[in-house]
């Protein structure tokens, strides 16, 4: 459901596809185009949700369980539409958002374990109406992202690049990243008309020019539609 005149574009994926590299180069070329941009993330986005960012990144929240964790992702989404999304949209921005309730269906619903009722009756709450118009999901094989994020923290491996041995513990982690990603495609098969997938393996620059073409489109089709209801 679309908020005022803006566009609501959200980002999801697993870990190193590439997320906030692609916001950037969006957000760049949309305001060369002479677009009002907000670029934004979850958890987080508005000093309410950042407070709350804290708590469940550092760990503290985990041991009392994932309902928590669940409810506290929407506390902090439900602060950060209000404060800052749904203002943004009213007033006609692009908003670029790096994750967004899809995160919690698969974090916190899929592999947290979390029934669906009990995920999609705190999005209802969080979300006030504020759906994304566009979700585009980076899809990576979880090996390959594992790969980006051990090489961009550096000294963490001195294995060299291309070189993928994962230890038991990251080996745990790429059988829940393997769910995710399919939970994220499951989103997008079931919601084709919001959500479109990108392959996260192509070059920087083949992923931008595809990403700008998607959200163009959408801006092209929403410009389509205010002009036939301006001229009724
Ligand atoms: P962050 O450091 O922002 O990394 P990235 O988005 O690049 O992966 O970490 C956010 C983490 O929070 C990430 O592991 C996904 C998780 N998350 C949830 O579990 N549920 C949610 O609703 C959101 C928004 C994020």
Known sequence: MSVGSGLFVTFEG???AGKSTQIRLLAAALRERGFDVLTTREPGGSPGAEA??????????????????????AAARSD????VIRPALQRGAVVLCDRFMDSSRVYQGVT????PPFIEALQRVAVNGVYPDCTIIFDLSPAVGLERVRRR????TDKPAGVTDFDRYEKEELDTQEKRRQAFLDIAAQEPERCCVVHADSTEADIAAEVLRLVSDRLGARS?????????
């Open 80 to 83: 950060h539409v209000e404060a």
């Open 153 to 156: 923290s550096v000294g963490a």
């Open 14 to 16: 697993g870990e190193g």
């Open 112 to 115: 947290g374990n979390l029934e």
């Open 224 to 232: 389509a539609t205010s002009a036939m209801s301006e001229s009724q």
């Open 52 to 73: 709350v960012r804290h708590v469940l990144l550092s760990g503290a929240a985990e041991e009392h369980g994932t309902r928590m964790e669940a409810v506290l992702f």
